[in-house]
Nanobody, 121 residues
Framework: QVQLVESGGGLVQAGGSLRLSCAASGMIFSINAMGWYRQAPGKQRELVATIASGGNTNYADSVKGRFTISRDNAKNTVYLQMISLKPEDTAVYYC???????????????WGKGTLVTVSS
């Protein structure tokens, strides 16, 4: 069907930067919104940022001014540029996409398996 594969996670010191990527592949007619979510140990998954197919973006208050979401529609890929990272940004980051697999179907949510971001103090 549809696969989402994240990359770019890792260990970084506080104040550092990372860029996450998520590529969608498989049976894709079109992709509506794409986004990034994260889940820290012992906490619920939370929204980080989303981007609509037309480019409108939305950010969690905790990352505004530090994270930038973007997408390449030709490559079915979404990115998350993260700067000024803080220890509280440590989490597994998940990619999400609302994908239409046929012209006559509605969008359906797909998730990646996640990539770990660890920010050391």
């Amino acid at each position: 069907q549809v696969q989402l594969v994240e990359s770019g996670g890792g260990l970084v010191q506080a104040g550092g930067s990372l860029r996450l990527s998520c590529a969608a592949s498989g049976m894709i007619f079109s992709i509506n919104a794409m986004g990034w979510y994260r889940q820290a140990p012992g906490k619920q998954r939370e929204l980080v940022a989303t981007i609509a197919s037309g480019g409108n973006t939305n950010y969690a208050d905790s990352v505004k001014g530090r994270f930038t979401i973007s997408r390449d529609n030709a490559k079915n890929t979404v990115y998350l540029q993260m700067i000024s990272l803080k220890p509280e940004d440590t989490a597994v980051y998940y990619c999400n996409a609302d994908v239409r697999t046929r012209w006559y179907t509605n969008g359906m949510d797909y998730w990646g398996k996640g990539t770990l971001v660890t920010v050391s103090s």
